[in-house]
């Protein structure tokens, strides 16, 4: 079976950026890849801003025709009720967003999301249109206790996707909580490692069609300097990058590993 999957390249800003700061940014990073003759069918570039963010990010990408995607960092489980500062899918959706993030490690360890609630997160982006980001990945006391480093990002793996069908639209993010923020960084090596390990518990789950089909990303400390050996691997289809993305040249150099992959 022979499948291309696009990389994809996927900037998290966390809690950065007000509206105006995003509006900048979106052009800011346009103006730089165009300048560069990115191709956006050969990398596609997404971004992951605040809520508050989503409407102006929305209005400058579809006024200036960009390419950029862009998505929200979290969702309800509920589509609409009495859930106090919580954001519906649907509102998500609304602002013609692509991508929604689920479970990223912040959300699992800050605001204590388990297995059965990201997989409800899960379910409520499928539900209103949304491509979910799963993010899945190991605290460093969890990879040393275990003799498979794969496990735990392959038990929420199975708990999150328990009822999402064959040849859904879903990305999968790798990553390793010791990694992320620290400037550690996984090897290109153990982040193969896990990936693989995904894509095989996929190809389980769902089938190996759609395991071939689905991109997996990693994140963890991602920078200009190591991603094109990260990008190597065969079962590594892009970043989720955090810190980096806030800078314009570092994310701009991200996305365009290609010129770089013989550092």
Not at 115 to 144: F, M, N, T, W, Y
Not at 172 to 192: D, F, L, N, R, S
Request: proline share 3%; hydrophobic share 40%.
């Amino acid at each position: 079976m022979v499948t291309t999957r696009t990389p994809l390249m996927a900037g998290n800003w966390k809690m950065n950026f007000n509206h105006l700061q995003a509006i900048a940014f979106v052009q800011k990073l346009a103006w730089t890849l165009k300048d560069a003759k990115h191709e956006y069918e050969q990398v596609e570039v997404a971004v992951f801003p605040p809520f508050t963010d989503l409407r102006s990010v929305q209005t400058i990408v579809q006024a200036d025709k960009l390419d950029i995607e862009y998505g929200a960092q979290d969702l309800s489980e509920h589509d609409s009720g009495a859930y106090t500062g919580d954001i519906s899918g649907e509102f998500i959706a609304q602002l013609g967003a692509r991508y929604v993030l689920v479970g990223h490690s912040e959300r699992r360890t800050i605001h204590g999301e388990s297995d059965e609630v990201c997989k409800a997160k899960v379910d409520a982006a499928i539900r209103h249109g949304l491509v979910p980001v799963l993010c899945v990945g190991e605290s460093l006391e969890e990879r040393e206790s275990s003799d498979n480093p794969a496990d735990v990002s392959i038990a929420q793996l199975k708990a999150a996707l328990a009822d999402v069908k064959p040849g859904t639209d879903i990305v999968i993010a790798y990553e390793p909580v010791w990694a992320i923020g620290t400037g550690k960084v996984a090897t290109a090596e153990q982040a193969q490692e896990v990936c693989a390990a995904i894509r095989g518990a996929l190809g389980e789950l769902l089938g190996e069609e759609s395991a071939a089909q689905t991109r997996i990303l990693y994140g963890g400390s991602v920078k200009p300097a190591n991603v094109a050996s990260i990008m190597r691997e065969p079962d590594i289809d892009g970043a989720l990058v955090g810190g980096a993305s806030l800078s314009i040249d570092d994310f701009a150099s991200i996305i365009r590993y290609h010129s770089h992959v013989g550092t």
